[in-house]
Structure formats: structure tokens, C-alpha cells
């Protein structure tokens, strides 16, 4: 099991990162993908407006980059609502105190500011556990900063499991450290810093965006020698032409090769990587992606009603 | 709307109080009468096997003193998932620290133990508020105990509707002052202190109680003067036995009533007054219970998956 927040388009980042091995887990696993949307309004409350239509390309990304719906189960959270259930008869056996140990929590208000402070954000991991638990979800891959998510979601599966005997299952985290995928200005690629290549983007404005990209600032042309550790470029050659890159930073380093041509040798190099994706994505009519969330959403609950049928015999109501 | 946490039998206090006031609603009101067996797990969750059988006997009591399930909505808390799931999309624009601010939360710890601080407790009063909301309920009878909650519940109304347009009904009270019914200890009549008279009591057992009643410790045999105002006996004569209380004051007072007629008398009228409800409870089916609350939470989910539809329209879900 695992999920994402509807974002919108999705970039390169997630395709090297989750989606690779979501298609993976996909072809391993009995899989559940969630769209995340009740986390998205934790902190995005005040304009939910965007996170309808952020489904829909999100889901589009998921299928192009290779999630069979006929294999895994993509669901939408706030189309399951046995999760919500299940959250209110857990949150009567969370003590406060576990919510405030999460590190995450005071963290994010005081990056994100005072307004998300609210309740929903502050039972944000008790309800992540339920996306989990309502599935009866054994494995949940897990990025270093949601270790202690987890970890606070196994306590409460042993507290309801100790208190009304075995009933729900503790997911085992399978920790997945993807090499960090670097944007277009260096730093780590992310929607917010506008620095990514998006899997929906057209090859000529891949193209335009990587050659826009900053080198190493002491060549300034071809001859000049250049420094491979500190441009981004060449962290992108690393990541989608792997097998070139001894010779590249050779003749970078030496500067036999100038910026102009690296960049249109990693251009060709990214949207041949891409290009299967992107036409898969093309092939696909937006309108096909509601009934799919519909029906992924329908065989999400009804494993989910079972869950919460047992939950119930459980604390025998 | 109203509701009970479902403790089992309820007394002679309920009887005059919020029952009595029930009764009157459900003829002049569209009435929902709800079994709060979630808001029970918040403090009764470490013994949840007590809330079945709980529930049975006290909507026998409300059958009994009157309550028609054709006319008003009985129904159960957990049978209406909707009820969770708007928890679930209120608790995201709840700020913590209006939580923080409603009084009961720290009183109610410093009574019961730091073991009640709970996610689920600390957002009682959001719970409350999505069990009236989500049957856009325009009026409830609130004690002044209740006061701040349903306060805080308006705000969250104001605020929803605020964000994303008017969506739900701000609830109004309606104060409810009933007369605080002494038990058989003269403190005030709970199943806690062990000093109720139960609606199920038979005659003789009510008897028996009176009978063990305590009264005014100067007031030793017939001939001795009583003093009323002390007298717990005579409270429940003014509750069951209005127009013999000037004469029964009179007599206690010069000496001329003794304290055991006094208890017979009162034993016939409380008796006389609980008569008819006794016999229309003991002609109760407890078979009846579950259909009856099946049928009542099924009418009760009809209104309350409308308003989740809206309140999704009003986010964009």
C-alpha cells in the first residue's frame, strides 16, 4: 500500500523515485495506490478547488508510467469511507502525548506556518495508518522522513490488537532511498521550486528547459575544463545515461566537451527515456480516469467494510 | 436533535429530564435521538463490551417513557458512517487550539485520569458537532454543561461555511433547565453514586429503596419536627407529589406525619407515576431493539449522505 497527494503533474522525480517502484511492487504484491486527497486538504483546506483536477493528472502520470488498474487497486481516499470510519474508533486508544511525539507535526507548522495547525493535521499519521490498516496492508514503503509516521501507526496496531485481541495487522516498512533526482537549478526537483521536468512535458520544452540549465560557472566554453561534481546537468546524465558517463566526465573535465553539446546529447537521452511514457500518455482519454478511480474505489471498500466489520466485532459494538 | 451515551437502564433523573423533554420534542419537531455509542468508547474504551447490552435496555427505556419510532429517528452513532467521515473533513479546518480552549477537555482528565486524553476525546466536541450537522438539526436542547461545546460547534459551522459557502446549519439551542432530581442519598440521582430509582425497578423494589431512604436525623419517631429542606424524601415528594406538598411540609414540620408514612405515601405516588411506563416497558420485545435502531439508522444515513454529497460539492471533492 502506498499513496500520493494530488499534486498535479508529476515530474521526473517521481517517475526515478515511487512510480518506478510502485510498478514494481505492482507485479509483486497485491498493490493499493491511494490519491491521497483528505491528506491534501490537511494543509491545502483553504483552496481545495485544486485538488480535484490534480487528480486527474496525477492519475494519468500513474497509468503512463506503467500502474495497470486491472492489476494494483487505485483508489481515491475520500471515495472509501471506512477509512474516516476507522480512524474515529482508533482515535479513541491514541493517547495525545503519541500525536505530539511525532517530530513531523511541529516541524510542519513551523515550516508551513500556524494555520495548519488544526486537527486534522495534528491526527494526519493516525489517519495515514488507517489508509494503511483498513487494507490490512502488510507493506508500506516508507521514505526516511515517514519512518516515524509508521512507527506511531505499529503502536497503535499492538494498543487495539492488546486491548481486544488480534484483529488488525502491523505493516512492515520497506525502506526505499531513491538516489535524490536533481532539478533543474541543482537542488533537489520539486513542483514548488519550479525546477522540474514534468513526465506530461513536450519534448521540445524539454529541450528548452535543459538548455536553460546553469553548468559549472567557470567554463564558460568549449576548451574551458569543467567540474562534473557540480553541475546539474551531469547529475542528470548519471540518471538517464548511466553507461556514457566515464567518457562524459572525461572529456568534460578535459574540455573536449562543451555545455552545448552535453545538453543535447542528455535532451536526447531524457526523451528517448521518456518517450514510451509520454506516448502512453498521450493514448490516454482523461475521461477514462473517473471510472477507473471509481472502480478501483469500489474493490478498495470492499475489502475495507470487512476490516471495519471486524474492527467492530472487536470492540464488540 | 439529542442523543444518550448508552449506559444501560436509566433512572427516574432521566425520566423527568431529557426524556420528558423528548417526548414533548418528537410531537413538534422532525426528532433524531441518537445511541452516542462512539462518544461512550472515548471514555469507556478500555470495556466496550458493555456498550451492547447497554444500548438494548436504554432504548427499552426510551420506547417506555414514550419516544415512537415512527415519529421520531432513533438511531445509532456507529450504524452512520457518515457521521465519521464528516468528522474526518471538519477535523482539517478545526484549529487545535479551539479544542484546547473548550473547558470539559482538562475538567473532565482531572476527574476521570490522564488514561481519557485521547485523540478521539480531545475531539469530542468536533464528534458532537458532526452528529448534529450532519442532519442539518436546527434546534438541541443543551444542558449548561453543554454549553461550550455546542458554542465551539457553531463556530466550525461558521467557519466551513465561511471557506467554501454556505453549506451547513448553525445549530441553535435550545437551554434546557431541568429540575436536578435528588437520588436516594439526596445527592444528585446517578447511576454513579448508586442512589437511583430505575425506570425497570418493580414496585416492590422502588419500595424497598424509599424505604432505606435517610431523612432528617433529628426527626426520630412520629411526634418529632422535621425539617423538610433536608429532607431528600421531600424533594421527591415535591417531584412525584406537587399538589400534597404544602400539607406534607405542614405535617412534618408540627411532628403529626411520620417519616415511614411519608415514605408510603410517596412510594404509591412514584409508583402510580411510573405505572404506565413500567407496563408499556415490560410489553417490549427486547427483539424489537434491533430492527427498530436498523430501521432508524438506515432513515438517519438517507438525510446524512445528502449532506456528506453537499459538503464534498462545497470542498470540490
Redesign the interface.
Known sequence: MSGMRPTGRLHLGHLVGALSQWVAFSSEYDAYFEIA??HA??TA??H??A??PARDQMVIDWLAAGIDPARATIFQQ?LV?????L???????????W?QRVPTYKDQIAALGPHV???????YP??QLCDIAVFRADTVPVGRDQVSHLEFGREVVRRFNH??GPTLIEPQPTLSEFPEVPGLDGRKMSKSYDNAIDIADDESTTAKKLRSMITDPQKIRRGDPGRPEICPVFALHKLANAERVPEIEENCRSGALGCVACKMELTDRLNGMLRPIRERRAAIDPATVGPIVEEGSARARSVAKQTIADV?DA???
Chains 1, 2 share one sequence.
Open positions: 486527497d483528505l486538504l490537511t483546506y483553504e481545495p478547488e485538488v480535484g475520500s469511507p471506512e477509512i474516516s470510519e480512524h474515529v474508533l482508533l482515535s479513541m486508544i491514541v493517547p495525545v502525548a500525536l495547525a488544526t486537527y486534522g493535521f495534528f491526527g493516525l489517519l486491548l481486544y467492530k470492540l464488540k459494538l
